[in-house]
């Protein structure tokens, strides 16, 4: 049973060009989650998808940055003109359900530099 | 707002020592607690949680962890550290009625000195 696949691990882009990033959660969970570490700090929570639906974006930027996750495939995070600030490990994490007292598993993220 | 707060960034204990993480949230009501641990380069392992009941967590690899209500608090502890538990370990909470969504701490680096 594989794990939470995140692709690609690393991924470096120029300014202004577009970051994609995959995730392919476990199988059997519908419900995934895109979290953003800069350095030195923890984990902020950015997005909370189901199949088809944006649950909970709130921790969104408000411009340049979109998720989804659509009924066939893996969730994508997408990055627009991306700066250098945007130089961070983002990693996504799948649930089996979306109540509170689920176990979210992570996977081994994807680390963007942006040059 | 919700937050959590781990109040020491670094930390350095001697192999064989024991070792306490701590963990402070911020919210009225009782929340659902984790701790997972971070290799260099690598993602989160899940080292234990707490949903109800029984206040005294054990977890994985001989780590375990207790809820305080009176504290707000849930730290982490481990009798006897090893070389292999240096790492970054990271307190997060769950809160009713936002799904799986997690609030974490920055983060506590611990090292071990041989």
């Known amino acids: 049973n594989a794990g939470v696949m995140q692709n690609p691990r690393h991924l470096v882009r120029r300014r202004g060009q577009e970051a994609r990033l995959r995730c392919s959660p476990m199988?059997?969970?519908?419900?995934v989650y895109w979290y953003r570490q800069l350095p030195e700090e923890g984990l902020k929570f950015m997005v909370y998808?189901?199949?088809?639906?944006?649950?909970?974006e709130s921790g969104m930027p408000k411009e340049r940055f979109s998720a989804e996750f659509p009924k066939e495939g893996p969730s994508i995070l997408r990055i627009q003109q991306v700066v250098r600030g945007d130089s961070a490990a983002y990693f996504c994490?799948?649930?089996?359900?979306?109540?509170?007292?689920?176990?979210?598993?992570f996977g081994q993220g994807t680390r963007l530099t942006v040059v | 707002a919700q937050s959590v707060t781990q109040p020491d960034i670094h930390i350095t204990v001697s192999e064989g020592a024991s070792l306490e993480l701590r963990c402070n949230y911020s919210?009225?009501?009782?929340?659902?607690l984790f701790w997972y641990v971070q290799s260099p380069g690598q993602g989160l392992q899940l080292l234990l949680k707490?949903?109800?009941?029984?206040?005294l967590v054990q977890g994985i690899k001989g780590f375990e962890a207790e809820f305080k209500r009176s504290q707000s608090s849930f730290n982490l502890r481990k009798p006897s550290v090893h070389w292999s538990d240096a790492a970054e370990y990271f307190c997060?909470?769950?809160?009713?009625?936002?799904?799986?969504?997690?609030?974490f701490g920055q983060g506590t680096e611990l090292s071990v000195k041989p």
């Open positions: 994490a799948s649930s089996p359900s979306g109540t509170e007292n689920t176990e979210a598993f």
């Open positions: 199988k059997g969970h519908s419900h």
């Open positions: 998808l189901q199949k088809e639906n944006i649950i909970d």
């Open positions: 919210y009225g009501a009782t929340p659902y």
């Open positions: 707490y949903f109800s009941g029984d206040t």
């Open positions: 997060a909470v769950g809160y009713y009625n936002q799904g799986g969504k997690l609030i």
